[in-house]
């Protein structure tokens, strides 16, 4: 079954850096490398900042799929970033289910 597929990957480990990571893009509201701090950055980048991902270099065609209650991106942010690739025939497709979520990709049958 679906639910004993998922758990048999589930919970899956993660870099605490890793979440780190999506956090600080989440808060500052921009796709940008791992931010070592002001000195770390100074060191790996040449920058006190994070250097930004520059998305339009990303030219092969991309979709992406969410649900219309999905708890880790907005139907805004995802336009936003998909329209920001280098790709015109880039898109996002929302599920008309509004019980799908970003986790129903794991474990829902229908996905």
Do not use: W
Not at 21 to 38: E, L, N, V
Not at 49 to 71: A, H, Q
Not at 72 to 95: C, D, H, M, P, W
């Amino acid at each position: 079954s679906a639910i004993r597929a998922a758990y048999n990957h589930l919970p899956s480990p993660v870099s605490g850096r890793l979440v780190a990571h999506i956090g600080k893009m989440a808060r500052d509201d921009q796709c940008q490398m791992y931010d070592f701090g002001s000195k770390g950055n100074v060191i790996k980048y040449g920058t006190k900042n994070p250097k930004l991902y520059y998305l339009g270099n990303v030219t092969v065609p991309c979709m992406g799929v969410i649900g219309p209650t999905d708890e880790a991106i907005t139907a805004q942010n995802a336009e936003r970033t998909f329209g920001e690739l280098g790709n015109s025939k880039s898109f996002t497709y929302q599920v008309n289910r509004s019980d799908f979520t970003h986790s129903d990709f794991m474990i829902d049958d229908e996905a």
